[in-house]
């Protein structure tokens, strides 16, 4: 009923800029918070940004200054744009759309299949 797709991973040298985009879709009748996740070889899942249906935002403390999330209501779009890439940056970024409304049914999480990050020289 609900699909949640990311877009614009790559492989980017250290320092450069990726911007990542997901859309949700579906018969969504509201959306609480939309939030990138990543996870590396060997380690777990991790947050990395959030941002709230009012516009609040959370970031890992790894990213802050570094990466801003934002959000198109309209479109249950969010996206994640990176700067000053580092190679511990590199990733599988997995969207998360959560408390999706989907009347008449309960809330619930959608994950999206993930894209990779890949930051090297």
């Known amino acids: 009923q609900v699909q949640v797709v990311e877009s614009g991973g790559g492989l980017v040298q250290p320092g450069g800029s990726l911007r990542l985009s997901c859309a949700a879709s579906?018969?969504?009748?509201?959306?609480?918070?939309m939030a990138w996740y990543r996870q590396a070889p060997g380690l777990q899942r991790e947050l990395v940004a959030d941002i709230t249906s009012g516009g609040s935002t959370n970031y890992a403390d790894s990213v802050k200054g570094r990466f801003t999330i934002s959000r198109d209501g309209a479109k249950n779009t969010v996206y994640l744009q990176m700067n000053s890439l580092k190679p511990e940056d590199t990733a599988v970024y997995f969207c998360?759309?959560?408390?999706?409304?989907?009347?008449?049914?309960?809330?619930?999480?959608?994950w999206g299949q993930g894209t990779q990050v890949t930051v090297s020289s």
């Open positions: 579906g018969r969504i009748f509201s959306i609480a918070a």
């Open positions: 998360k759309a959560g408390g999706v409304r989907v009347l008449p049914l309960p809330e619930k999480d959608y």
